[in-house]
């Protein structure tokens, strides 16, 4: 890489050019995220047009959101004790196997409420399966010293893809029938295992218990003993309880800005498009030279921005702190991304992602719960206001406490060696 490479603002997408197996897994990973964001627009859709409910579509989302979570513990474990390339390939094929039934299901002259229910927690089981076993194979992909900037070329592409994918889906679903939705997904999780079949072996270098639970017991055990690990996981469960915002953005409308519609979704692609920018502007995040204490000043900046938000009653300025809450958020879980992996050896690769991925899909949770409660008790404004504030307040307190990440490299040269 040259020293231009290395100094830009920019993500640099040249191990696209020089790691096949990288360029491949980037391929499946943004095919399978276009399908993916297809079905989140077709599921509701379908579930809503049989019931008129919108209790049933929350229902189908959270039965998903159960059988992801499960799905990430499991997957870690499974990933620290079996060959991860086939585990990713059973775990894909098993999905697309899935979305053919929900086709199937759709095109039934009376489509099953169940079915619908059951293969949505099939689905967020296996998906989850397979994205911890990517995720525990990319340093042996990439190289350590390269996982942020395979992170960041990842980011680019999911963040569009997320854009892209719901409007294509929903212009699909006009046109024709929900069920296309799922059989277009499907035929794109064919697409990726063709991709993803080139990839080597990948055994884990050391399996110490074939017990799911011992297993899984011993990724916390790690998680709880490493100071780094721990401290990166606190403070991202912070950062992910922030952005549980976006479920007073109907209310700010309604009693704030204005605009109906408009101005809502105007908020909710605010946040997005800033993680986009986060995506492609992130090269600076690879020489800088206390990366922890950067990402703990980052998240605290991501604080003072919902603190913004809350004391203004200006739209424009409002979007405008949403975007640079979103992009400054993007960077932060990329740092965090990149001392969880550098600071994991191969064998606890797969917990450790798992567990991190969890909290990171429950923190939303229960960030959505705390906020929506906060509102019963206070206006939207004071709610955002006082959850950024308290957020502040507690990441000051970690500042000063997690001295170790304050100071730590973004890899362990000790584990960089034994790699």
Not at 131 to 148: S, Y
Not at 185 to 198: D, Q, W, Y
Not at 244 to 251: C, E, K, M, N
Not at 290 to 313: D, E, H, N, Q, Y
Request: a neutral charge; glycine letters at 10%.
């Amino acid at each position: 890489m040259s020293d231009t490479q290395k100094k830009s603002m920019f993500v640099d997408f040249s191990l696209l050019a020089t790691h096949q197996n990288f360029r491949n897994v980037f391929i499946a990973r943004t095919i399978s995220i276009l399908g993916l964001g297809m079905l989140s627009v077709a599921i509701p859709v379908q579930v809503y047009s049989l019931t008129n409910d919108s209790l049933q579509v929350g229902i189908v989302m959270a039965l998903e959101g159960i059988g992801m979570f499960v799905g990430l513990l499991l997957g870690g474990v499974l990933a620290d004790i079996y060959e991860r390339k086939k585990l990713i390939l059973l775990a894909r094929g098993t999905c697309g196997l899935g979305f053919v039934a929900m086709a199937i299901n759709a095109w039934l002259p009376d489509p099953s409420l169940w079915a619908i229910y059951v293969l949505s927690i099939w689905d967020g089981f296996f998906g989850a399966l397979g994205v911890t076993a990517l995720m525990a194979c990319m340093p042996f992909i990439v190289g350590r010293e390269n996982l942020m900037q395979a992170r960041a070329i990842s980011m680019v592409s999911v963040r569009l893809a997320t854009v892209i994918s719901p409007a294509v889906g929903g212009i699909i679903i006009a046109v024709s029938d929900v069920a296309w939705n799922y059989m277009i997904a499907a035929i794109g999780t064919g697409i990726t295992l063709i991709a993803l079949l080139s990839l080597p072996t990948m055994p884990p270098k050391e399996v110490t218990t074939h017990n799911p639970l011992k297993s899984l017991w011993d990724g916390f055990s790690y998680l709880f003993t490493n100071k780094i690990v721990a401290s990166v996981v606190i403070m991202g469960t912070l950062v992910t309880l922030t952005t549980a915002i976006r479920v007073l953005f109907p209310a700010l409308a309604d009693t704030v800005y204005g605009g109906g519609a408009w101005t809502v979704g105007l908020m909710y692609s605010a946040v997005p498009l800033g993680a986009t920018m986060g995506a492609i502007i992130s090269g600076w995040a690879n020489h800088i030279a206390k990366p922890g204490l950067v990402m703990m000043l980052i998240s605290l900046a991501a604080f003072l921005c919902l603190m913004g938000i809350g004391s203004t009653t200006y739209f424009p300025l409002a979007l405008i702190l949403l975007v640079t809450f979103g992009y400054l958020v993007s960077i932060a879980s990329l740092l965090q991304y990149s001392f969880v992996q550098g600071h994991t050896p191969d064998h606890y690769l797969g917990r450790i992602n798992g567990i991190w991925t969890a909290q990171d899909a429950s923190g939303d949770s229960i960030g959505t719960l705390s906020i929506g409660a906060l509102g019963k008790l206070l206006s939207s404004l004071g709610s955002i206001f006082t959850f950024g504030a308290v957020a502040m307040g507690l990441g000051v307190i970690l500042l000063a406490c997690l001295k170790t990440l304050r100071t730590s490299p973004l890899n362990d040269p000790n584990i960089i060696e034994e790699s």
